[in-house]
């Protein structure tokens, strides 16, 4: 498969096609091992998340996307509350 895609694209492109291949199949797994490690999901809905990863394979990458800018914007504001909360309790000047 490589050596049609080096036929038809050559080497540059073939390397980031390969590149990008690998890291699609990366980060789909981390998603499917992020979604069947999450223990807030209630049990009724558990079959709605396993067919979700069946059959579309993308939402395991949508998900881990979406948990990234979750994670991220939990940490910015537990970190702007902590900091008003250090201006609060210091005397001022």
Do not use: C
Not at 30 to 53: P, S
């Amino acid at each position: 498969m490589l050596r049609a895609f080096y036929e038809q694209l050559g080497f540059f492109l073939t390397l980031v096609f390969s590149i990008l291949f690998f890291l699609s199949f990366v980060f789909w797994l981390a998603g499917i091992a992020g979604l069947l490690a999450n223990k807030d999901r209630r049990k009724h809905t558990e079959w709605v998340t396993y067919a979700l990863i069946i059959f579309i394979p993308v939402y395991p990458i949508i998900w881990l996307i979406a948990d990234i800018f979750r994670q991220y914007f939990r940490i910015t504001r537990k970190a702007a509350q902590a900091q008003l909360d250090h201006q609060a309790s210091s005397p001022a000047a």
